[in-house]
Each structure stands twice: as structure tokens, then as C-alpha cells.
């Protein structure tokens, strides 16, 4: 068999998740020689930096320390809120970066923010199922929509690794907008995983936002919002094929 160079692969999470929801993907690519980061962004999983204290910036910037510890070029990937985040550390490193993969996620155009995406997105089902703290600092997901909209089509186990792992999204990210250049994120070579099935991040949504970058290179699963849970072979496969072209 035809050995192929190892790549380093960033793994950012979405809203509402944590860094466990790469566990199997993570897994899967160590198996075959990589290396992955997976990062856990500030006010998520584990981590309790207060709502108040965390924007876009916060999140970018725990990226990029992940990134600036690593000797080469990275291929980052985020899903979700993740794809802002990513847009804006590739903005700051556009050099350190080999590719930018949104799995379904928001791509934003310069002095976009998530807010501006989202609500440009008649065809989601999830707004009607927020529901913002008193302070709104935070947003829930209201319980009985949460395994429905984020993986409608994962295993049992995978839902309740969901429901078990769930915390209030810290809100004043979501309105962070992203100031972009053609010499810096321009620059970098971009690739889009569309979630066929997702009811989040609608298909209109994706097509309009890769139309937007000029993104040629488009993969597709057909999942809900959340493959890595419900399908995770396949988020695999198609990370392992967007490492061997940086390769070959």
C-alpha cells in the first residue's frame, strides 16, 4: 500500500458542543498517522470563562495559539459557529494555514457576523427554538427540539451524548462580525462540506455562502447538522482525501 503523508488537522466544535463531539473522527485520523488538535473554545465543554467575558476574538485567539504551537501547516476545520472562527484565525495566520474546511458551517464575508447569516436563513427550524437568558448572555436550546435539529439521524447514543454534554451557548459571539482582506483569508485554500439534511444551516444557506467565497471544491454528506456524530466514517474519509491532495 502507497504510504501517505501525515497531516495536522485543527478541529473546531460548533455552538451548543464541545470538543467531544470529534472523538471518533479524532480517533479515526490519529489511526492513519496524523496529528489532531482538537480545541475546546473558551465557555464550552469544560472550560467556564463567563458569558460575559468571551466574543469572537476570545475564540480566535485560543485558536491560535493551538495553531502557532504546531511546527507546519494545519488543516483547520470548524463546524458550524466553528466556520467564524476559523474564517478570522485564517484572517490572522493565513500562513500557517494549508486548507480552511467548513463542515456545515457559517462562512462569513467581510464585516459579516453570524447573526447576519443566520437570520438571512429563512428555510433553519432553529429559531423558534432558542431561548435567550434574562441577561442575554446566553441562549438554550429549548430540550425537546435539541437532538431534532442538531442529529436527527444519529444513533440513540449519539443523542444522548448530546443531551448529556449540552450548556447554554454564551450569546455576544454570535454578533461578532469578522474584518477580512484578499491578502490574508483570500488567500488561503477553502473547501465546504455540505450537510444535506441539515435543518440548521440550511442548503440555500450553504449554496449561497459557497457561491459567496468562490469555493470550488465542494464534498456533500448526507446528515443532519451533526455528521461527525451521526456519520463519523464519513467525515473521516473526506478529511483523509482533502490531506492526501495537500500531499500528492
Not at 479515526?28 to 469572537?56: F, M, S, W, Y
Not at 443566520?118 to 441562549?139: E, R
Not at 454528506?221 to 482525501?241: G, Y
Request: glycine content about 6%.
Amino acid at each position: 500500500m502507497e504510504k501517505t503523508t501525515s497531516q495536522t488537522y485543527v478541529l473546531v466544535h460548533g455552538a451548543w458542543q464541545a470538543p467531544y463531539v470529534w472523538d471518533t473522527v479524532c480517533t479515526n485520523l490519529q489511526k492513519e498517522g496524523n496529528k489532531v488538535i482538537v480545541v475546546e473554545l473558551p465557555g464550552h465543554g469544560a472550560d467556564k470563562t463567563p458569558a460575559q467575558n468571551l466574543g469572537l476574538d476570545v475564540y480566535t485567539d485560543k485558536v491560535v495559539a493551538a495553531i502557532s504551537e504546531q511546527g507546519g501547516k494545519i488543516i483547520l476545520v470548524g463546524h458550524s459557529l466553528g466556520g467564524m472562527v476559523i474564517t478570522q484565525v485564517a484572517e490572522e495566520i493565513p500562513h500557517k494555514i494549508s486548507k480552511l474546511v467548513y463542515i456545515g458551517a457559517f462562512l462569513p464575508a467581510s464585516g459579516e457576523a453570524l447573526t447576519d447569516l443566520a437570520y438571512s436563513d429563512p428555510h433553519s427550524q432553529l429559531g423558534p427554538a432558542l431561548v435567550p437568558s434574562h441577561d442575554q448572555l446566553t441562549l438554550d436550546v429549548k430540550p425537546d427540539s435539541l437532538t431534532y435539529l442538531f442529529i436527527n439521524d444519529g444513533s440513540e447514543l449519539a443523542k444522548d451524548m448530546v443531551l448529556a454534554n449540552y450548556r447554554a451557548e454564551p450569546a455576544i459571539p454570535f454578533s461578532n462580525k469578522v474584518t477580512l482582506t484578499h491578502e490574508n483569508f483570500g488567500t488561503v485554500e477553502k473547501v465546504y462540506i455540505k450537510t444535506l439534511q441539515d435543518i440548521v444551516i440550511s442548503q440555500h444557506l450553504q449554496d449561497r455562502m459557497i457561491a459567496t467565497a468562490g469555493i470550488t471544491s465542494v464534498y456533500s454528506v448526507n446528515t443532519s447538522h451533526s455528521p461527525f456524530l451521526s456519520q463519523p466514517q464519513a467525515v473521516s474519509d473526506l478529511l483523509r482525501e482533502i490531506g492526501q491532495q495537500i500531499a500528492s
